[in-house]
């Protein structure tokens, strides 16, 4: 189909998304599908490809962790701050659609924790914000999940991340911040590996631009030493799992 211009564009399929409100590339809505359809996948942690922080093993206060890096590299390397706080500052985390050519951009996440003999991890808090734009028609997302796995027993919990405001934001306004927590509680474990995945999404119009961008994340992890009765269980699980491995 050529303009008055004299530019011509190949006609694309398209279909409609629902919740975003206007018609996009069908080969997007394969590519959302697929995200969500493989996110437990990668709960292994050992799927892709790691790009290891320089830091990517260390000891805090209270625990240590190893192993830690994503398949992009786009979080950056983590500062320990106030002795139980990953602190990450990503670069080019950003996501940008300009005139009707829409954009994902995601990265996985994985690290190792072990807490000092005697504690246990109660929790791990995850904080992320960042800012996005969007010139006359357009839409952005953020969003992504939390996979905790025991590594000394083998249990799994995973979370969403809650997101402010709401996601897709469309305009008004045309600039703002948003930001998003997950918190995984009341988990008693000594040994955990932790990926997040994240994804950031951008959708315009033709004529229109929409980026989005993440900032700021951090990762908080709060340890705690068990009741007596439970330190007792503890053990006692842990000869039962020592006889049987034998």
């Known amino acids: 189909m050529c303009s008055t211009q004299g530019v011509c564009r190949n006609r694309r399929s398209s279909t409609s998304i629902p919740h ?5 590339p069908f080969p997007l809505l394969i590519t959302l599908f697929l995200i969500q359809l493989l996110q437990p996948a990668f709960n292994s942690g050992d799927v892709q490809a790691v790009i290891y922080w320089s830091n990517s093993s ?68 995850i ?6 734009g969007i010139l006359y028609e357009g839409k952005v997302s953020a969003g992504g999940a939390i996979f905790i796995t025991n590594l000394e027993q083998y249990e799994v919990r995973k979370e969403l991340f809650e997101m402010d405001p709401a996601m897709p934001i469309t305009p008004p306004p045309y600039e703002g911040f948003w930001g998003g927590q997950v918190e995984v509680a009341e988990l008693g474990w000594s040994h955990i590996r932790v990926v997040l995945n994240n994804n950031l999404i951008a959708i315009s119009m033709p004529g229109s ?8 994340f951090g990762v908080n992890i709060e340890i705690i030493i068990p009741e007596p009765a439970t330190i007792g269980l503890l053990a006692l699980g842990s000869l039962v799992f020592l006889g049987k491995k034998k």
Do not use: H, M
Request: proline share 3%.
């Open 20 to 24: 975003l409100g206007f018609r996009a």
């Open 58 to 125: 260390g000891t805090a206060d209270e625990f240590s962790w190893t192993n830690g890096g994503s398949d992009k590299g786009l979080f950056g390397d983590p500062t320990l701050v106030g002795g139980n706080t990953l602190v990450f500052a990503p670069t080019n985390f950003r996501a940008e659609s300009v005139d009707g050519k829409s954009a994902i951009t995601s990265d996985r996440l994985q690290f190792d924790l072990i807490a000092d003999p005697g504690k246990e991890i109660k929790s791990i808090k």
């Open 127 to 132: 904080t992320e914000s960042g800012d996005y």
């Open 209 to 216: 631009i929409a980026w989005i961008e993440k900032k700021d």
